[in-house]
Every structure is written in structure tokens, then in C-alpha cells.
């Protein structure tokens, strides 16, 4: 299931669309009024008398066309926890049989900075799949139309995107099976990241031998692939201010110490890379905010 977020000023037709709206932890709807009709307002009210609230989300039912649903939130969340929300929004749309959603980012009964932009953070990093090798795929997509005042700025917006790219770039680095991202496919895939304006030099067994890397290139005979070391570059400050560096661990298949290693739990030496997955998706969220 894909989500898709569009930010508008205002709605075309609001009496037609599927509202998300947020209230506070004890569900007061008196700051809706002015988002929904009368009728919709006193249905809502009545339901809710008869409910008992433990749950964060609830979902109304206005008719055969239209959902609304309630999000509750506390006084003092914060900016992970609307994250994490965002999450949870995610695992309900997955249950509903609609395809679009207005988010009204003026309902927030509590002053967050941000807030919109860190639900619908936690929404997108919620919605990632690796579905690369299933011959069945869930091609279903869903829009969010997000509008109101507290939408998040441009430059918030290009943040968000970013690190929700560079996210999703690392999970499906670590995703891949060893087979398929062995050390000359990495190495390959890195190169290809100069496109997002990184620096990327690629030292492979003749470099490496000349720097001295025994170590590592002795490890490497044990495998039919080339090994290689990795640095990416991102020069950020104008200023001469001292480098920042990050190093990550990149074997894409641990296969050391075999007779040790219980083979029920091997599979899993494929994530061995995470380490170096987890900069390179940093790399490139940098790059991308520029």
C-alpha cells in the first residue's frame, strides 16, 4: 500500500470528503463545529457519549461515501509520540475501503510545533514495503490531502522527504538478499549515489592492497566477489569547520566462523551490512536537504 500526501490550501468540496480531524485525549468536539455540519457534529456527539474512549483513533461512519475519524492526543505529546501515531493512523487506513483522506491540520487542540508534518512522518515511514521479489504485490494507493494553516512549511517538507528517502534507501539495502547485494553490487549501487551531488570513492583490491589493508583483503579471499572500501562525502559548511565522519560496517554476508554459528539463525547474517546501510542512507538524506 503506497500513501501519497498533497498539500492544499483549502477543500473543493468538503461535505464529500473523508476527514481526518484531531481532538484532545477526553474527545471534546466543540473546536469542530466549524469543520463539519450540524447533523455530523450531533451524531458524532451522541456516539461518543456511549463509547468508552481507551482507544487513540476512532472512526465514524457519516454515510456510504464519507468516513470521519477522530485522533486523540494529550496535552503534553511530543514530537516522537505524534510520529508514532502517525504510525498507528497507518495500520487503520490499511483496514478502511477508501482511497482518499483530507487531513485537517487546524483541529490540533494543543500547541505542537510541526505536528502535521511529524504525523505524516510517521504515516510515510510506516508505509514502507520491500516487495521487490513477490510476484503478488498490494498496488493499492492512498492519497492525503493535507490542508489548513499548521501545514508544514517548504523547507520542513523538503526535510521530511529527505529523511524518509535516505530511510527507505537503507531498508532496502538491508532488505536484499545476500545473493543479490554482494560487494560489487553495493559497490556499484554507492557509485550511482553521485547523482544526489555525494562524493563516492570506491578503493578496490589494487588500492586497497596499496594502502596497506591486508587484513581485509585476506578476509576477502574467501569469496569469489572483489572487496572493497566505501567513503562518501558531503560537504555541508562553507566554513572550515571539523569533519564529521560516520563508519558502518559492510559485510554483506558474515559467513566467519560457520562451525560456530547455529544454522537456524544464518539467514540472517544478510543484515550484517546494516551498519554501513545505515550511513549511506544518512549520506544521502544530507545531500537531499542540501
Known amino acids: 500500500m503506497t500513501i501519497s500526501i498533497n498539500y492544499k490550501n483549502s477543500l473543493a468540496n468538503k461535505n464529500s470528503s473523508n476527514l481526518v480531524l484531531f481532538v484532545d485525549e477526553k474527545f471534546n468536539i466543540s473546536h469542530l463545529k466549524k469543520h463539519i455540519s450540524t447533523s455530523e457534529y450531533t451524531y458524532i456527539y451522541d456516539l461518543l457519549k456511549n463509547r468508552d474512549l481507551k482507544k487513540k483513533i476512532y472512526e465514524f461512519e457519516i454515510n456510504s461515501n464519507k468516513k470521519i475519524i477522530l485522533i486523540s492526543l494529550k496535552k503534553n505529546t511530543t514530537s516522537s509520540e505524534m510520529e508514532n501515531l502517525g504510525a498507528k493512523f497507518y495500520d487503520h487506513l490499511k483496514e478502511i475501503n477508501k482511497s482518499q483522506f483530507v487531513l485537517n491540520s487546524d483541529t490540533l487542540p494543543i500547541n505542537i510545533h510541526n505536528f502535521a508534518g511529524h504525523f505524516l ?66 559497490a556499484r549501487r ?77 539467514e540472517d547474517m544478510t543484515y550484517d551490512m546494516a551498519g554501513s546501510a545505515v550511513v549511506v542512507g544518512l549520506m544521502k538524506s544530507l545531500a537531499l536537504r542540501k
Open 190 to 266: 554507492l557509485n550511482l549515489l553521485k547523482k544526489d551531488g555525494l562524493k563516492i570513492n570506491i578503493y578496490d583490491e589494487k588500492k586497497l592492497k596499496k594502502l596497506g589493508m591486508n587484513t581485509l583483503l585476506g578476509v576477502g579471499q574467501g569469496s569469489i566477489r572483489g572487496s572493497y572500501l566505501v567513503t562518501m562525502e558531503w560537504n555541508g559548511l562553507k566554513d572550515k569547520s571539523k569533519p564529521l565522519a560516520f563508519v558502518g560496517k559492510g559485510v554483506c554476508f558474515d559467513t566467519g566462523g560457520i562451525s560456530l554459528k547455529p544454522a537456524k539463525f544464518m
Open 121 to 186: 512522518h510517521g504515516l510515510k515511514l510506516k508505509s514502507y514495503k520491500f516487495e521487490k521479489y513477490k510476484t503478488k504485490k498490494n498496488n493499492k494507493n492512498i492519497s492525503v490531502i493535507v490542508v489548513g494553516k499548521n501545514k508544514p512549511s517548504t523547507k520542513d517538507q523538503i526535510k521530511f522527504k529527505a529523511i524518509e528517502e535516505g530511510t527507505f534507501y537503507t531498508r532496502d539495502l538491508v532488505s536484499e538478499p545476500g545473493n543479490v547485494l554482494h560487494p560489487d553490487e553495493y
